[in-house]
């Protein structure tokens, strides 16, 4: 008897822990919503790093001279803003992520596995979708309506939102051109 009940005790504490760790993980899973300082820095930085490697991927494997010229502007511009994200993190104390967040490196995976006669096309798609993500994003934190970003974080924003919305409407651009050949 003695053996059943302790059996029956591991299992419910094993339920709980489970239960709790379930929980846990989808409050802080890659689709929610970024509401803090820490949040916004991962998200925005997978967001940069996504498009940086992305674009590098369009240098090398696109066969448009305007789908490389894209990329390569992308991966540059990214690249600075990426340094400057660095910038505030390490002022603020905040942990810069070195991986992407799940949902960045399944997209980079895709098009990385990507065939050279669908490439344009999917890249053109991936820069259009990752820049409206992004936009939203920095949309959001460029207003701050709760005031619950940092200055820093909001002066961030705020001059980098114009910058994401040319890169999405040249990345609309792109897309035209490439899904009407």
């Not at 059943?4 to 489970?18: A, D, G, N, Q």
């Not at 970024?34 to 940086?52: M, P, R």
């Not at 050279?116 to 991936?126: G, H, N, T």
């Not at 820093?152 to 994401?164: E, G, W």
Request: charged content about 20%.
């Amino acid at each position: 008897m003695d053996t059943i009940l302790r059996t029956k005790l591991i299992i419910y504490y094993f339920t709980v822990i489970l239960t709790a760790s379930g929980l846990f993980y989808g409050c802080h899973d890659d689709n929610s919503t970024y509401n803090d300082n820490q949040g916004f820095i991962n998200k925005a930085h997978s967001s940069l790093q996504l498009k940086i490697a992305a674009g590098n991927l369009a240098v090398q494997n696109s066969q448009a001279d305007n789908v490389q010229d894209y990329g390569e502007e992308i991966s540059r511009e990214h690249s600075g803003t990426s340094e400057e994200i660095k910038k505030i993190a390490v002022a603020n104390s905040w942990i810069v992520p070195e991986e992407l967040l799940t949902p960045h490196q399944k997209q980079l995976s895709q098009l990385q596995q990507q065939a050279v006669s669908d490439f344009d096309l999917d890249f053109a798609k991936l820069m259009v979708s990752s820049h409206e993500e992004a936009v939203n994003l920095f949309r959001i934190v460029s207003v701050n309506e709760n005031e619950v970003y940092h200055s820093d974080v909001q002066t961030f924003a705020r001059a980098t939102l114009p910058i994401l919305e040319s890169h999405l409407s040249e990345a609309k651009g792109i897309l035209d051109q490439v899904d009407g050949i």
